[in-house]
């Protein structure tokens, strides 16, 4: 079964640089979670779109911007990086209303390094 | 007090054994409960899921709710090494924003 892809799967970047992460949702899933994890934490909430709208927003840093296009891959842009910044990303995606917004399935992540 | 408490282990237990995973809340709104599994570097993996209070088995997996305590349990049957992992759990109260534990590193002993 399709999957959640999410691109790059490493990337590495200066301070002070910007960075997008993309996430292709799992077909006909119309919503779209960000989350960042930290080494040894739970994922922390960032945002959440459903139908190309902005439906929630958590922890997200005002650097950081994001957005679902009209084929519901989403793409969360992050600027004037930090070295706190350095986490694993990771997208879900979630049927919706048609299934339930909690079911949440994960991608493989983004694992981001800010040197 | 963190919504969700989770010991983060780590849980070494023998193959074969069963395995009983916690997790304790807080907000008595939430009403959908989750069992995620991790491997290392890679994202968590929707296990089980259940809506308000009481049990669902899926193969090896029983997952337990219990309102009245606010607690809820992940038992695994007939451990295997394969199983070993970090486990969260995580729930919802308005079915969009989950909350999840810190996660329970669990290994699984040949």
């Known amino acids: 079964a399709a999957g959640v892809i999410q691109s790059p799967r490493h990337l590495i970047k200066e301070k002070r640089e910007t960075a997008t992460l993309k996430c292709y949702p799992i077909?006909?899933?119309?919503?779209v979670y960000w989350y960042q994890q930290g080494p040894g934490q739970d994922p922390q909430f960032l945002i959440s779109?459903?139908?190309?709208?902005?439906?929630d927003k958590g922890s997200i840093p005002d650097r950081f911007s994001a957005q679902q296009f009209s084929d519901y891959h989403s793409e969360l842009n992050m600027s004037s990086l930090e070295l706190g910044d350095s986490a694993l990303y990771f997208c879900?995606?979630?049927?919706?209303?048609?299934?339930?917004?909690?079911?949440?399935?994960f991608g493989p992540g983004t694992r981001l390094t800010v040197t | 007090q963190k919504e969700v408490e989770q010991d983060p282990g780590p849980l070494s237990v023998p193959e074969g054994a069963i395995v009983s995973l916690n997790c304790t809340y807080s907000n008595s709104a939430f009403q959908y409960f989750m069992w995620y599994r991790q491997y290392s570097r890679k994202g968590p993996e929707l296990l089980m899921y259940t809506y308000s209070s009481g049990n669902k088995e899926d193969g090896r997996f029983t997952a337990q709710v219990d309102k009245s305590s606010k607690y809820i349990s992940l038992f695994i049957r007939d451990s295997q090494p394969s199983d070993s992992a970090t486990y969260l759990c995580?729930?919802?109260?308005?079915?969009?924003?989950?909350?999840f534990g810190k996660g329970t590193r669990l290994h699984i002993l040949p």
């Open positions: 779109f459903y139908e190309k709208m902005q439906s």
């Open positions: 077909p006909r899933h119309d919503t």
């Open positions: 995580a729930m919802s109260d308005r079915d969009d924003k989950i909350i």
């Open positions: 879900a995606s979630s049927p919706g209303l048609a299934g339930g917004l909690w079911e949440q399935y």
